[in-house]
């Protein structure tokens, strides 16, 4: 009788092992830096389901950014975003190396509007501190009645924008052009007052609602990518070259689902329907801007 019963208290047991791992709770402090007032970030975590709500007042805004620096990977959440009256707000999920001039960044930033236009989802990229790479959108929803799935790859052939796992931007690597490669980022999600810029080009400003703060939710933030080893050296340099190496990275199981990808001929139907229906704004058509020529990468396939 004892004979029959082992398989049965193995069972027991591995259930028994599952069960405490999802009841096992994130901790904030664990995983993130706060940006801001840390009185303006709620956290909750169920299992593996985190929450995040972002607090703006005229006190502060908020936001938080992760320990870990990554060095290609893919990283999505769902975002809520300020309803109403949201001029002159900034809600941001983003990659970034630091403030540097030669830094590297990977951008989704939403510009609030005033109730009744719509909210501007701007995309960007920075490299070697060359940006001004912006293509911004007008959603096919409205942000801020519900969750919607916002995702960046990020890896050595192209950078993909994407919104409820439909793709919406490339940006591709070239060889004879700066592009991301070598320098680690954090991910960061922040709320702040971008009054001076966000909505009409600043002439729109924040419509503050009394004491009651804007908020944007946050839920289901993953990010899996190759950590750049924490305690490695920096990389050997020359005072007569800007290259920088890469530092050594650990990279997860499965990475190659990331790493290798490139939109395929459907997701660049729907890159060029986005295009068609939802782009407002492309740098590569910006005469005024550049007036001495578009950057390197515009005209490419």
């Known amino acids: 009788m004892a004979a029959k019963q082992l398989p049965l208290l193995a069972a027991l047991a591995v259930l028994a092992v599952l069960a405490a791992a999802a009841a096992a709770e994130y901790n904030f402090d664990d995983q993130f830096d706060v940006i801001g007032e840390r009185d303006h970030i709620r956290y909750k975590a169920e299992g593996e389901n985190q929450q995040f709500a972002l607090e703006l007042d005229k006190v502060s805004g908020s936001g938080f950014k992760s ?79 519900d969750f919607h799935t916002y995702k960046i790859t990020w890896n050595p052939k192209n950078i993909i924008f994407e919104v409820d796992n439909v793709p919406v931007r490339t940006f591709k690597k070239y060889a004879d052009l700066p592009y991301p490669t070598s320098r680690p980022m954090t991910v960061h999600a922040t709320l702040w007052d971008g009054s001076y810029w966000a ?53 997860p199981a499965g990475s190659d689902a990331w790493m290798d990808r490139e939109l395929d001929e459907e997701d660049l139907k729907t890159v060029a329907w986005a ?7 492309n740098y590569c058509a910006d005469g005024w801007r550049f007036p001495k020529g578009f950057p390197g990468e515009c005209g490419r396939d």
């Open 199 to 251: 909505t009409r080009h600043g002439d729109v400003k924040i419509h503050w609602r009394g004491d009651d703060p804007f908020v944007v939710s946050y839920r289901e933030y993953h990010a899996t990518g190759c950590v750049a080893h924490p305690k490695a050296p920096p990389p050997p340099s020359s005072s007569n070259s800007t290259k920088v190496e890469a530092p050594p990275t650990k990279c």
């Open 67 to 145: 320990k870990a620096k990554y060095l290609f990977g893919e990283f999505s959440v769902q975002m809520r975003l300020v309803d109403g009256n949201s001029a002159g707000t900034v809600t941001s999920f983003y990659l970034t190396s630091g403030e540097g001039s030669t830094h590297d960044e990977i951008d989704i930033e939403f510009m609030g509007n005033k109730s009744g236009d719509p909210y501007v989802m701007n995309t960007n990229v920075w490299a070697s501190g060359d940006g001004k790479k912006e293509h911004q959108f007008y959603l096919w929803f409205d942000p801020s009645a």
């Open 275 to 281: 295009e068609r229906n939802c782009l407002s704004y």
